[in-house]
């Protein structure tokens, strides 16, 4: 959830890994609370690392893969 990707953008700051945007999905909803495609597309960054269940997890990459964000151009590290 949230508080972990809290955490993990705490380790990472000590490693001195920058984490650009912390992008919210609704599990519920199963909706971004922003513009997925445009916020990774206009990104310097190309690593999405996905810390989610597995049902919110199958919903982000259908989403990804619809928003034709699976391809080369980006890496995706996911906790499922």
Do not use: C, P
Not at 43 to 51: G, H, K, N
Not at 59 to 64: F, M, Q, S
Request: negative net charge; glycine residues 6%.
């Amino acid at each position: 959830g949230y508080s972990g990707a809290q955490l993990s953008k705490q380790k990472f700051g000590e490693m001195s890994i920058i984490t650009m945007e912390i992008i919210k999905y609704d599990m519920r909803e199963q909706i971004f609370q922003i513009d997925l495609k445009e916020t990774l597309q206009n990104s310097l960054s190309r690593i999405v690392i996905v810390w989610a269940d597995e049902k919110s997890t199958v919903g982000i990459l259908k989403k990804a893969l619809e928003d034709d964000l699976l391809g080369s151009d980006f890496v995706w590290i996911l906790t499922t």
